[in-house]
């Protein structure tokens, strides 16, 4: 079977050169979404094995727990919120077209609909919206890493099953594993956002250690299932690597606290492997890789980002002055970064329907599932 990502130059556009064809997926996705990922995970992972008190300071409740929220507030401005504000010219590009006005419009529509859709779900039923936010999540997470795992030139992933179970794997690791390791922190948090509407969750079921053991059970057995026959099916260089990243996930998931291993994962893993994407599909953005390497490529892609990045941040600044939400506590801190969930939730959602049709178009990741089985 050929594989999709193997020959872009087709879909790079009018404006494709032979250098730009020559810069592979695979050496942008390492640059950019790989090394700097595992160098974020493993340092933090190391720090927390070498003694020096992180893990029992963000998972505390004094004075310092504060620091938990850091990388989701670096999230704002890096990789994070800037990672879905070039959705506006994304599709074109994965199609090999030029952004047109038809094309921004397709996009606004989009994110209109279902941004304002899922916002008025937040108002009607929190608990609903916050279980979807959940599922979401772990279906979108896993739909990213399936990608990287494409670009990196994955054999194994070419049955059917193999590649729903990675989806299902990969997307379960930052969502269902903080779960098992950290279930009082974990909780805690969804009902923050809950409580954001006056409402609250009554989920003492969902944290009880028979309910969280089968749950650790029934995944730890598909983690391995999922390998297993992807090793069986084609095994190599970049199977190996999907068996050090999973090990890898599963470790910093369960024993770095909840709210500050989803924020470095959210900048430095997810968010930095769709910008390797968004490197792949642009034109200018590959040819500067090819020729000035990372900073470059990050710096034409940021640019594309920055507009939307900015109103973004004016909208989430405008909802927490409107509702009161504030820095001068823990509590208030805690309600901010719930805010700031919501408003990434209601952003999720379309940036999903976006990226999905991204995988479609380029035959990559879950379009895979779809268009070649």
């Known amino acids: 079977m050929s594989h999709p990502l193997r020959d872009r130059r087709r879909k790079l556009g009018d404006d494709a050169t032979v250098d ?31 003694g020096s008190g992180l893990f029992g300071d963000l998972g505390g409740q004094g004075a310092v727990a504060w620091n938990r929220y850091l990388p989701l507030a670096v999230s704002l401005v890096l990789f994070g919120l800037p990672h879905g504000a070039v959705d506006h010219l994304a ?9 047109s006005v038809r094309w921004l419009l397709a996009v606004g529509v989009v994110y209109l609909v279902l941004g304002v859709a899922y916002g008025v779900l937040w108002f009607a039923s929190p608990v609903v919206a ?37 989806l299902v794997v990969r997307g379960g690791l930052p969502m269902l ?14 009902d923050s956002w809950v409580a954001l509407f006056g409402s609250s969750l009554d989920a003492a079921w969902l944290v009880s250690p028979t309910v969280r053991g089968a749950l650790v059970g029934a995944f730890a057995l598909l983690t391995v299932a999922t390998l297993l026959t992807g090793r069986v099916r084609g095994g190599g260089r970049t ?3 999907d068996a050090a990243e999973t090990v890898l996930l599963w470790a910093f998931f369960l024993l770095v606290p909840p709210i500050f ?6 900048c430095v893993w997810h968010s930095l492997r769709h910008i390797a994407r968004l490197v792949a599909v642009d034109p200018a953005a590959r040819r500067a890789f090819g020729e000035r390497g990372v900073t470059a490529a990050l710096a034409r892609t940021g640019r594309d980002a920055l507009p939307l990045t900015v109103l973004s941040l004016g909208l ?18 805690q309600s901010a970064a719930a805010l700031y969930l919501v408003f990434i939730s209601a952003l999720t959602l379309p940036h999903v329907a976006i990226v999905t049709w991204m995988d479609w178009v380029e035959t990559a990741g879950l379009g895979r599932l779809v268009r070649e089985q």
């Open 261 to 266: 291993a989803i924020g470095v994962y959210f």
């Open 177 to 190: 594993v903080p779960l098992l390791g950290h279930p009082a922190q974990y909780r805690s948090v969804v």
């Open 20 to 50: 730009d064809a020559s810069v592979s997926d695979r050496a942008v996705m390492l640059a950019v979404g790989g090394y700097p990922a595992w160098v974020a995970l493993g340092g933090v992972l190391l720090l927390g094995a070498l």
């Open 130 to 166: 916050a279980a979807a936010f959940i599922a979401m999540t772990w279906f979108h997470w896993g739909q990213g890493d399936l990608y990287a795992l494409d670009a990196l030139g994955a054999s194994h992933l070419d049955d059917r099953a193999t590649r729903l179970g990675t």
């Open 239 to 241: 199977w190996r690597v």
């Open 316 to 333: 989430l600044v405008g909802i927490a002055v409107v509702g009161g939400v504030g820095f001068g506590s823990q509590a208030a801190v």
């Open 91 to 99: 599709p074109a590009r994965a199609a090999g077209r030029s952004p």
